[in-house]
């Protein structure tokens, strides 16, 4: 039996959320202007996730990894400076997607002002995660990378299969700000948001289900009939827990590579 929502779990809830943000990340001064950020995250090769706060003369702030993302990506193989490439490419969206820059190898977000620093932070976490899951598609791979496959696939079945917009933002309790990527309307009055995912860990399970559960007033006032969703580029059998986890918070989990799950699922009514 369905857990029935009531004002005291939504209680429970953003309480849990709350809790989970303030345990997730932890902050160390290094200098009198350099905070460094430790996030409970890890990247595509088991490294922490982890970066700089620094304070400018201004009164603004600068986000950076001081250049380690892009040097652990390059002495594990991973080229993402090749011009032209669709890595490069995917790269740059995601760097133009969170406000990011490149500026001698390192990735950084600028001219931060202190009443924006807590949203800063949380995309720039996001970002740094986008980058590091480019490290999944190795020389090896040739079905090409995620969302160039599932940007091209439902711009080529638009109106046809699919109805949507794209780059959807939902503002969380917590007043931070989170984009889907597509939102599916199969028909009139429904709302699929949509997030996309190359991979799931345990480090995305429990990043999905904060985002839903921060979210979930934004929902309800915003969207009639809506419901969280999760495209995926396959799911692999040591992903099936996380799946699981997802489904048991009402988060729909679809699996790209298969096309008639992916059509049931986001497909227009008739």
């Not at 002495?75 to 969206?93: C, M």
């Not at 807590?118 to 590091?132: E, G, P």
């Not at 889907?180 to 009055?189: A, V």
């Not at 934004?218 to 986890?245: C, H, K, R, T």
Request: aromatic residues 12%; negative net charge.
């Amino acid at each position: 039996m369905a857990t029935i929502i009531d004002n005291t779990v939504l209680a429970k809830i953003k309480s849990s959320w709350n809790q989970w943000i303030k345990n997730s990340v932890e902050f160390c001064a290094i200098s009198e202007n350099d905070i460094q950020v430790i996030t409970s995250f890890t990247d595509y090769f088991d490294d922490g996730i982890l970066f700089d706060i620094i304070s400018k003369p201004n009164g603004t702030f600068v986000l950076t990894d001081k250049g380690y993302t892009l040097w652990n990506m390059e002495v594990n193989g991973i080229d993402l400076t090749k011009k032209g490439s669709t890595r490069y490419k995917l790269f740059h969206w995601y760097l133009k997607s969170f406000n990011g820059t490149v500026s001698n190898n390192h990735i950084q977000t600028d001219d931060i002002k202190l009443s924006n620093l807590s949203q800063a932070i949380s995309d720039f976490t996001q970002l740094l995660l986008r980058v590091s899951d480019l490290g999944i598609t190795n020389r090896a791979n040739t079905k090409g990378i995620f969302f160039d496959d599932a940007k091209k696939y439902f711009e080529r079945e638009k109106n046809t299969q699919f109805y949507f917009t794209t780059n959807n933002i939902a503002l969380g309790r917590s007043n931070q700000h989170y984009k889907f990527e597509y939102n599916f309307t199969p028909k009139l009055g429904t709302n699929k948001l949509t997030k996309l995912y190359n991979t799931l860990s345990k480090n995305t399970m429990e990043a999905i289900i904060g985002i839903s559960s921060d979210t979930t007033d934004y929902f309800n006032e915003n969207y009639s009939n809506s419901s969280f969703n999760i495209l995926v580029n396959g799911i692999a059998d040591n992903s099936m827990q996380y799946v699981s986890g997802l489904r048991e918070h009402d988060i729909n989990v679809i699996d790209f590579q298969d096309k008639n799950d992916v059509i049931k699922s986001f497909g227009n009514v008739s």
